[in-house]
């Protein structure tokens, strides 16, 4: 797993042609969006039979098992004019959000804290499984939202002053795969674990271990950052991306390349002095948002990015609210109460809006199949 990020199917992108979804009614401890379900972009149903690849014996518009086109399921979420509705997975919140090919995973906020994880088709509300609970707040222990990455096996994730590691099937105690004092994020691949240390200097220092452990050799130094700018990054087919100021760096994963990295992309148009707030990597693909006073977001893709495309702004940018596929951006505007869709390869000035309504957004991941998002109350998943 890279960052969490995977390129979605045709049929799925399909049914993201819409221009608004909205949240169902979710029941106790969530919260109820609005419906605007009657978009003025068109319907992709013809009614029953509409034509997907062979035909199918389904209203198009509002079977939920093949909505919008033969055989795309909304996983337990109402199919409107074509178009699938979020669905409550579980009454909790997050801390830390990331999901793999087979699970949604989460960090409770709560004290002492535990991670957790459901199923992606999980039916909802559902009660997520512990996979570890520490007996005291060391998950974590800086807060970040970047503290919790998986492999197909097993969840990484900061513990007390280490980078540790669980199985996904749980565990009572964690194995340790490095020392980590000051960490900010945290990511993997299928064969190494990434993460980000400030350093006494108040410099960001980028470490690899393999995800077997690395205790005899210690961890590698892939580069450093002077300014200290980075507090997310991501990992791609070959490199590693980070924040410096405003642009993005990179560096190769293979090997050190010392202080700041070689140039990745810029951030054309945005203001001058606007600092990187959040970048996100999966699939061959980058995106980032810049801060204030224009928290545009930008994306291209890797290794050769050329002129980044802007695909669209938040009103404030928060960690954890951007997410990425090798096809798609979607984020979280927190003032709006939307959740936000673009292509990587621009949507003009149109982002789509696939859910509103939504109270105090959080966080944002996205598998191959599913977006997941979180509230201060609830999880939301929604087909794409």
Same mark, same amino acid.
């Given at each position: 797993m890279r960052a969490h990020w995977i390129v979605p199917v045709a049929a799925a992108a399909a049914a993201l042609s819409c221009s608004?979804?909205?949240?169902?009614?979710?029941?106790? +401890?969530? !919260? %109820?969006?609005?419906?605007?379900?009657?978009?003025?972009?068109?319907?992709?149903?013809?009614?029953? !039979?509409?034509?997907?690849?062979?035909?199918?014996?389904?209203?198009?518009?509002?079977?939920? #098992?093949?909505?919008? %086109?033969?055989?795309?399921?909304? %996983?337990?979420?109402?199919?409107?004019?074509?178009r699938c509705k979020p669905v409550l997975l579980a009454n909790e919140t997050t801390l830390c959000f990331t999901s793999d090919a087979d699970d949604v995973l989460w960090v409770r906020p709560t004290v002492p804290r535990s991670i957790v994880g459901l199923a992606l088709d999980s039916v909802g509300p559902a009660t997520p499984r512990t996979i570890y609970e520490a007996t005291t707040g060391s998950i974590a222990p800086l807060a970040t939202t970047q503290c919790l990455t998986s492999t197909a096996k097993d969840v990484f994730f900061f513990d007390q002053s280490s980078v540790a590691r669980c199985p996904k099937s749980g565990c009572s105690a964690p194995s340790t795969l490095a020392p980590a004092s000051q960490p900010s994020a945290l990511t993997a691949d299928a064969t190494n674990v990434y993460w980000?240390?400030?350093?006494?200097?108040? #410099?960001?220092?980028?470490?690899?271990?393999?995800? %077997? +452990?690395?205790?005899?050799?210690?961890?590698?130094?892939?580069?450093?950052? !002077?300014?200290?700018?980075?507090?997310?990054?991501?990992?791609?087919?070959?490199?590693?991306?980070?924040?410096?100021?405003g642009e993005i760096h990179s560096c190769s994963i293979s090997k050190s390349c010392g202080v700041g990295g070689s140039p990745f992309a810029s951030s054309p148009g945005a203001p001058a002095g606007s600092a990187v707030e959040t970048l996100v990597v999966s699939s061959g693909a980058a995106a980032w948002q810049v801060g204030a006073p224009s928290y545009d977001i930008f994306a291209c893709t890797e290794p050769s990015c050329g002129v980044p495309l802007r695909v669209g702004a938040a009103s404030v940018p928060t960690a954890g609210s951007l997410g990425i596929d090798g096809k798609d951006v979607y984020w979280l505007d927190t003032n709006k109460g939307q959740v936000l869709r673009c292509a990587v390869a621009g949507c003009g000035s149109s982002p789509t809006v696939i859910a509103e309504g939504q109270s105090r957004l959080l966080q944002i991941t996205v598998s191959s199949r599913y977006v997941f998002w979180s509230t201060d109350k609830a999880i939301f998943r929604l087909a794409k």
């Open positions: 608004t979804f909205t949240e169902p009614n979710p029941g106790d +401890g969530a !919260d %109820a969006g609005s419906d605007s379900s009657s978009s003025s972009s068109s319907s992709s149903s013809g009614g029953v !039979d509409g034509g997907g690849e062979g035909g199918c014996a389904a209203d198009l518009s509002r079977d939920s #098992k093949n909505c919008g %086109a033969c055989g795309h399921d909304c %996983a337990g979420g109402d199919c409107v004019g074509g980000l240390l400030l350093n006494p200097q108040f #410099k960001r220092q980028m470490f690899s271990c393999p995800i %077997a +452990g690395c205790s005899a050799v210690g961890p590698t130094l892939i580069a450093t950052d !002077d300014n200290a700018s980075p507090s997310r990054f991501g990992v791609g087919a070959n490199d590693l991306y980070f924040p410096a100021l």
